[in-house]
């Protein structure tokens, strides 16, 4: 009887830390973390920003006339108005990434939909659009996302791959892109750190300056996340 008790206790918390964290997990609200395998499209994406440093990055994906999704938090597009608003006249996509990079677990309802709201706000103050994708601050999700989700009309972004940019130098970085990048990934880097005004992303640009020549030439198609979903070419 103990060890039957243990066993459902064991699933329970496995299901809950699929729920929270899988990259697959639709538990707490409509979500999506790839694009069909059958395109050689790639998404690149950025969390975290705007920053000063995100017009470095600009430069860098207009070079190669490459679009990207940028997943922004409230706090920095507030701070950066006129950075949040470059990204949307270069051409990229926004989303949200929530006003202030909380994590969501062991939140109320309440707390979550007005993080998703106020972040919603700023951008379309900032920039006159409305997102329709939201990507949670470190993946995590939680009870009354799916309700937040359901009012503001978003759909939850997970990731193929992480670059894991906010820890790892350069080489490292482009190093995990190009020895796993398929078809369909979403590729999730970042062009801020948390809720930093100015931080130093160089090894963030310096990758991307490396990895988006290379996967050009390997036939990729670089996409936005909303396009990427709808597989246009």
Sequence with gaps: MLAA????????????????RGRSSSIFGPSVYRG??????????????????????LDVLARYSVKATFFQC?????????????VHAAGH????????????SF???????????SAQEAIGEA???????????YGVRWFGLREAQRKLNLLG????????????????????????????????????????NAPDIRNTIEAVSGVVPVLLDRGVHFKTVSELLCQTN
């Design 93 to 104: 996509e926004i989303g949200n990434h929530s006003a202030t990079h909380p994590l969501l």
């Design 74 to 86: 409230g706090i920095q597009v507030r701070r950066h108005p006129e950075i949040a608003r470059a």
């Design 5 to 20: 008790a243990g066993g459902i206790v064991a699933s329970a918390a496995g299901l809950m830390a699929y729920g929270v």
């Design 127 to 137: 920039v006159g659009i409305a997102p329709v994708l939201f990507r949670a601050p």
């Design 107 to 117: 939140r109320s309802p309440k707390f979550i939909f007005e993080e998703l709201r």
């Design 36 to 57: 069909r395998r059958d395109a050689n499209n790639i998404a690149i994406t950025f969390d975290d920003g705007p920053t000063p440093a995100t017009l470095h990055l």
């Design 157 to 196: 972004v997970m990731w193929t791959m992480l670059g894991r940019d906010w820890a790892l130098p350069r080489v490292a970085i482009e190093r995990r892109i190009l020895g796993n990048a398929r078809g369909g990934d979403i590729i999730c880097l970042h062009d801020g750190r948390e809720t930093q």
